[in-house]
């Protein structure tokens, strides 16, 4: 068993044109022997979003902490911590923090595709 | 794409010798087109506690709010926000609630097992 509060694991930033103030962790994955599926914990800085694209894999997500929104079908839908997001395969989607303390949401993955 | 706050969903009461104070709800599941995990939301009341128990398939859980303790090899390890745990397959474990708020969390769990 693998017990630890996420900001224990290295984090990697990612920022550029298409992504912005994002950190990103790895908490359980295949290092951890995890067979089947990857969580992985994200902090978006105040004004950060993630990518806007699609992949083949689907997103199990649930908001943590902050204020943000997701774009859903082509406009942008309101999440506060609670709010969980399935992302189906292939679907379009963005997540940007409209807060001012960071967004913190984990998002997990099935095994077999990049884990960050 | 689904986005809902978890507490939009059904809840299953689970109130036994072996669990006490337990809301249990499958968020993102089969239902929703979830072919490979399935995330569930658990909310424990106050002196609340999960099964000891142990079973085939893995754990991957985010602590969400709320504070309490995790079985860890015969003893309990503290647990708060922010926190996360990996149960490997056919290890014991329990979650109890040690705080006098809801201790809430996700668990993620591979498809083809009972989902709740």
């Given at each position: 068993m693998?017990?630890?509060?996420?900001?224990?694991?290295?984090?990697?930033?990612?920022?550029?044109?298409?992504?912005?103030?994002?950190?990103?962790?790895?908490?359980?994955?295949?290092?951890?022997?995890?067979?089947?599926?990857?969580?992985?914990?994200?902090?978006?800085?105040?004004?950060?979003?993630?990518?806007?694209?699609?992949h083949?894999?689907?997103?199990?997500?649930?908001?943590?902490?902050?204020?943000g929104?997701?774009?859903?079908?082509?406009?942008?839908?309101?999440?506060?911590?609670?709010?969980?997001?399935?992302?189906?395969?292939?679907?379009?989607?963005?997540?940007?923090?409209?807060?001012?303390?960071?967004?913190?949401?984990?998002?997990?993955?099935?095994?077999?595709?990049?884990?960050?």
């Amino acid at each position: 068993m693998k017990i630890m509060h996420y900001s224990q694991v290295s984090p990697r930033q990612f920022d550029a044109e298409a992504v912005k103030g994002v950190t990103g962790r790895v908490v359980i994955g295949k290092a951890d022997g995890a067979q089947h599926f990857c969580m992985r914990i994200f902090e978006l800085s105040e004004n950060g979003y993630s990518p806007k694209h699609s992949h083949e894999w689907e997103h199990e997500i649930l908001i943590h902490s902050g204020k943000g929104e997701v774009w859903q079908d082509g406009k942008w839908v309101s999440v506060s911590p609670g709010y969980t997001v399935f992302i189906p395969p292939d679907e379009e989607h963005q997540i940007r923090n409209t807060g001012h303390e960071k967004l913190v949401f984990a998002c997990v993955i099935p095994s077999g595709v990049p884990e960050l």
